[in-house]
């Protein structure tokens, strides 16, 4: 048997790990049981930089996304979900992955934050992870880059138009993180 020759990069490994998560059978109905999967226990355990090319490959890939929708109306924004290359098990996963531990750069932070706030429309159904990003930049150590906060801003904004309590609550937490310094 012959062993391989090079690890794999970071990114090639991210990207593998999220077409196993979610190309995986069966039915996963919360996030706890989604964890106890086996292809998100390998997310789970990975090196933290592999950790972190899982979260920027998950939000780039949802940024690809806008690209397909036309426009900005608010509908087709909310039913982001029904695009092909939508994925609600890595939307809902990687959200477990922003925590204070989590190896991203200020280049990765901005970089993140300009993808999501893409939408000009966001609902929280289809960004469940939102609420775990607000408290990850909030607590972060090296703190939040000055290039996000224009970012957070659009984020904001974007929540307010769903006009759902929960998308309220973040949007006011964003424009305040925003503000911040």
């Known amino acids: 048997m012959a062993k391989r020759a090079a690890?794999?990069?970071?990114?090639?490994?991210?990207r593998l790990l999220l077409d196993k998560l979610d190309k995986s059978k069966g039915m996963v109905r919360t996030i706890p049981m989604l964890k106890r999967r086996p292809e998100a226990k390998k997310i789970l355990s990975a090196p933290p930089e592999v950790q972190a090319a899982v979260v920027m490959r998950?939000?780039?890939d949802l940024g690809s996304l806008r690209v397909k929708i036309?426009?900005?109306?608010?509908?087709?924004l909310f039913n982001i979900h029904h695009e092909s290359g939508y994925s609600f098990r890595v939307m809902n996963f990687f959200g477990s992955l922003l925590t204070p531990k989590l190896q991203l750069d200020d280049a990765d932070v901005v970089s993140a934050?300009?993808?999501?706030?893409?939408?000009?429309?966001?609902?929280i159904d289809t960004m469940p992870f939102l609420p775990a990003l607000f408290k990850y930049l909030s607590r972060r150590p090296a703190g939040l880059p000055n290039e996000g906060r224009p970012y957070l801003k659009k984020i904001a904004k974007a929540l307010l138009t769903m006009e759902g309590a929960a998308e309220?609550?973040?949007s006011k937490s964003f424009a305040a993180l925003a503000k911040a310094r």
């Open 113 to 123: 934050l300009a993808e999501i706030a893409r939408y000009e429309h966001i609902a």
């Open 70 to 76: 036309s426009g900005s109306d608010p509908c087709d």
């Open 58 to 60: 998950a939000i780039r």
């Open 7 to 14: 690890k794999s990069s970071p990114d090639v490994e991210a």
């Open 168 to 170: 309220t609550r973040l």
